[in-house]
């Protein structure tokens, strides 16, 4: 497997700061900046018909291996005017609801992280949380996530 | 949770339904991609069956669902009224 790394930490210098990142990582766990957008290939149809390409939206993405799929806020879904092209089954802790999916496309700004160029994502409210997306285990197929929480960095290989 | 609007795709979904023997006993684990009452066609990937929607359809709505003898159900236990990023 090619190594590319993405370490998500903060320096330690100091103790304060070492316990400043341990309880970062604790309570909010590892996140990452994510970019969600509308698909390339809905673009230029937007384009050619000389309609508003909505500009993507910047936010925080968790990587949670708890969720079997990745999943995006319908805030931003709504606001970039994204395609549903399937009604899925969602089970959450709350129990099940149906939910919409999303074609989009999701890159992550300043880290080597590949994009998801053509991601169906499931609708979820994550807005509440600070999130514009739940990054699940169909994207972190086939990498490596290594969490130490003794030394507060997260690592991801693929 | 937040109600989506499910009516763009209700025609393609009771089509879908109305159809689930046939598309099994055909087209099982294939993605299929679904106009009104229309089998446009079918993809090994969800991917390849969208940017065929797209250069079909444009920008209106269209179906693509896995036909699968078991439907996936997703799995997002954290997801429940702050959970995702408790305190204590």
């Given at each position: 497997m090619p190594h590319h790394a993405i370490q998500q930490s903060a320096p330690v210098p100091s103790v304060t700061d070492t316990q400043k990142a341990s309880l970062l990582l604790r309570r909010s766990g590892a996140r990452v900046s994510v970019e969600v957008g509308v698909p390339d290939r809905r673009v230029r149809v937007l384009s050619t018909r000389q309609r508003n390409v909505p500009k993507p939206h910047n936010g925080l993405g968790l990587l949670d291996t708890g969720a079997s799929h990745t999943c995006i806020d319908e805030g931003i879904a709504t606001a970039l005017n994204l395609q549903v092209v399937n009604r899925t089954t969602m089970r959450t802790a709350a129990g099940q609801a149906s939910t919409s999916v999303f074609a989009v496309t999701l890159s992550f700004p300043g880290t080597s992280l590949p994009p998801m160029p053509s991601v169906f994502a499931l609708g979820a409210n994550l807005g509440n949380q600070g999130l514009a997306a739940l990054i699940g285990r169909d994207f972190l197929a086939g990498k490596i996530l290594h969490y130490d929480g003794a030394l507060s960095i997260v690592t991801l290989s693929w | 949770m937040k109600e989506v609007?499910?009516?763009?795709?209700e025609t393609e979904l009771a089509y879908f339904e109305e159809n689930r023997a046939e598309l099994l006993a055909r087209y099982l684990g294939k993605f299929v991609l679904v106009k009104g009452t229309k089998l446009v066609g079918t993809f090994d990937s969800a991917e390849a069956a969208y940017d065929a929607g797209v250069s079909a359809f444009g920008l209106e709505s269209f179906l693509i669902r896995e036909v699968e003898l078991v439907e996936t159900v997703a799995s997002?236990?954290?997801?429940?009224?702050g959970v995702l990023a408790a305190e204590r």
């Amino acid at each position: 497997m090619p190594h590319h790394a993405i370490q998500q930490s903060a320096p330690v210098p100091s103790v304060t700061d070492t316990q400043k990142a341990s309880l970062l990582l604790r309570r909010s766990g590892a996140r990452v900046s994510v970019e969600v957008g509308v698909p390339d290939r809905r673009v230029r149809v937007l384009s050619t018909r000389q309609r508003n390409v909505p500009k993507p939206h910047n936010g925080l993405g968790l990587l949670d291996t708890g969720a079997s799929h990745t999943c995006i806020d319908e805030g931003i879904a709504t606001a970039l005017n994204l395609q549903v092209v399937n009604r899925t089954t969602m089970r959450t802790a709350a129990g099940q609801a149906s939910t919409s999916v999303f074609a989009v496309t999701l890159s992550f700004p300043g880290t080597s992280l590949p994009p998801m160029p053509s991601v169906f994502a499931l609708g979820a409210n994550l807005g509440n949380q600070g999130l514009a997306a739940l990054i699940g285990r169909d994207f972190l197929a086939g990498k490596i996530l290594h969490y130490d929480g003794a030394l507060s960095i997260v690592t991801l290989s693929w | 949770m937040k109600e989506v609007d499910t009516s763009p795709l209700e025609t393609e979904l009771a089509y879908f339904e109305e159809n689930r023997a046939e598309l099994l006993a055909r087209y099982l684990g294939k993605f299929v991609l679904v106009k009104g009452t229309k089998l446009v066609g079918t993809f090994d990937s969800a991917e390849a069956a969208y940017d065929a929607g797209v250069s079909a359809f444009g920008l209106e709505s269209f179906l693509i669902r896995e036909v699968e003898l078991v439907e996936t159900v997703a799995s997002i236990p954290g997801l429940y009224a702050g959970v995702l990023a408790a305190e204590r």
